[in-house]
Nanobody
Framework: QVQLVESGGGLVQPGGSLRLSCAASRFTLDYYTIGWFRQAPGKEREGIGCISSSLGYTYYSDSVKGQFTISRDNAKNTVYLQMNSLKPEDTAVYYC????????????????????WGQGTQVTVSS
């Protein structure tokens, strides 16, 4: 019933920008807290940011703070991840995840905090 689809990944040069989308279907996104994660080959999944369902509070990991921005468009049932100043170490498969828990003034960036996951989209930063 719940479906999340990431899109917008691809090949980008160092210093470039990319916007990823997480589109929801068969459920209303504004009732869900959304997290963004990434996983590079041979490395563990890393939580990079989240946006709460109640107040739209955003939180970012230290590794991407000031570089990435999360926003949501409830009319389109979509959450966005704006990625700027991309570096080769940002290369990974990026996932969005959702939980029906109604976080307000904070949100989790750990994987066990989420119930539903998208398939991921590949981001490659290389010249």
């Amino acid at each position: 019933q719940v479906q999340l689809v990431e899109s917008g990944g691809g090949l980008v040069q160092p210093g470039g920008s990319l916007r990823l989308s997480c589109a929801a279907s068969r459920f209303t996104l504004d009732y869900y807290t959304i997290g963004w994660f990434r996983q590079a080959p041979g490395k563990e999944r890393e939580g990079i940011g989240c946006i709460s369902s109640s107040l739209g509070y955003t939180y970012y990991s230290d590794s991407v703070k000031g570089q990435f921005t999360i926003s949501r468009d409830n009319a389109k049932n979509t959450v966005y991840l704006q990625m700027n100043s991309l570096k080769p170490e940002d290369t990974a498969v990026y996932y969005c995840a959702a939980t029906r828990s109604r976080w307000s003034i904070n949100c989790p960036i750990y994987a066990t905090g989420y119930d539903y996951w998208g398939q991921g989209t590949q981001v490659t930063v290389s010249s």
